[in-house]
């Protein structure tokens, strides 16, 4: 039982529901992962990919990201099963809102803007005027839900094949490159590891520093090991490939001018390469 009391800010209820599903689906065999979930059409077919990370990684953003017309399934969680089934949690989102720009986003932008979004810890200076997911003299930790629907592009998940891709997020800035492919083993120490920088979305305590969440998953209630094994099970019985994504810089940090940053476009384009089977 979890109960949350005299909350302003939406996601602790979201949270509670989420701790209670993952002791649910390990029970039934499966693993819930903190992952969204897409679909990318390719000349060999669609490919189901999942993308895992803690909050602040890109997680969202690579998500809705478009390759090849691709459709987003799920944003924030996913129970996985033998044989590779996907399985949704939520028929909407909960996006960070901060620097969020339509020309680098747009199907998040365009959702978020539309009248049905629930958008808290935004800006808007005046009455009915605009909002602006820039400012950040109140706070960066600005967040909006909407309907999957608004998205427009929206894939529903009973509708989807097998998972053939994983990808496991990382937000740095040392010698991690943009794209590694990844062992079985590699993948399931490195699953476990749950390895990135922190961003604003973990507030100032987190922000900037360096993060170790086993699975990526804070809500997980059993012993980590569990996680560890399950996924092991469930990777040996669906063969998919794994590839470390870096979505912050290489190199070194903004400071340094030999680092490089890794942009939206460049995931994107790495994406569209997996998918496609045409990255080495």
């Known amino acids: 039982v979890t109960r949350v009391l005299n909350s302003d800010y939406f996601g602790e209820s979201k949270k509670g529901g989420l701790r209670m599903w993952n002791a649910l689906v390990y029970?039934?065999?499966?693993?819930a992962m903190h992952a969204g979930c897409k679909v990318v059409p390719t000349d060999d077919g669609e490919k189901t990919m999942l993308i895992i990370g803690l909050s602040g990684t890109g997680k969202t953003t690579t998500t809705f990201t478009r390759q090849n017309n691709s459709q987003p399934v799920q944003d924030d969680f996913i129970c996985l099963f033998a044989g590779g089934k996907v399985v949704g949690t939520e028929n909407g989102c909960f996006a960070k809102t901060f620097g969020l720009d339509p020309a680098?986003?747009?199907?998040?932008h365009g959702a978020v803007v539309k009248p049905d979004a629930y958008l808290e810890n935004v800006s808007q200076r005046e009455v009915a005027g605009p909002v602006d997911f820039f400012d950040t003299s109140y706070t960066k930790h600005g967040r909006a839900t909407f309907p999957m629907s608004s998205l427009g592009i929206w894939r529903d998940p009973r509708e989807i094949g097998p998972v053939s891709h994983l990808l496991i997020l990382n937000r740095n800035d040392n010698i991690i490159p943009a794209v590694a492919r990844l062992t079985s083993e590699q993948a399931a120490a490195y699953f476990m590891l749950g390895e990135t920088q922190g961003t604003s979305a973990g507030g100032k305590a987190e922000e900037g520093k360096s993060l170790r969440v086993p699975g990526t998953n804070p809500?997980?209630?059993?012993?980590d090991e569990q996680q560890a094994n399950r996924?092991?099970?469930?990777?040996a019985n669906c063969e998919f490939e794994v590839y470390l994504l870096n979505t912050g810089r290489v190199g070194g940090t903004d400071a340094d001018?030999?680092?490089?940053?890794?942009q939206i476009e460049h995931s994107g384009a790495i994406v569209k390469a997996i998918a496609e089977g045409t990255i080495t």
């Open 27 to 31: 029970a039934r065999g499966g693993l």
């Open 219 to 223: 809500f997980y209630p059993h012993r």
């Open 104 to 108: 680098h986003e747009p199907a998040i």
């Open 231 to 235: 996924f092991l099970e469930l990777m």
């Open 257 to 262: 001018p030999n680092s490089k940053k890794v």
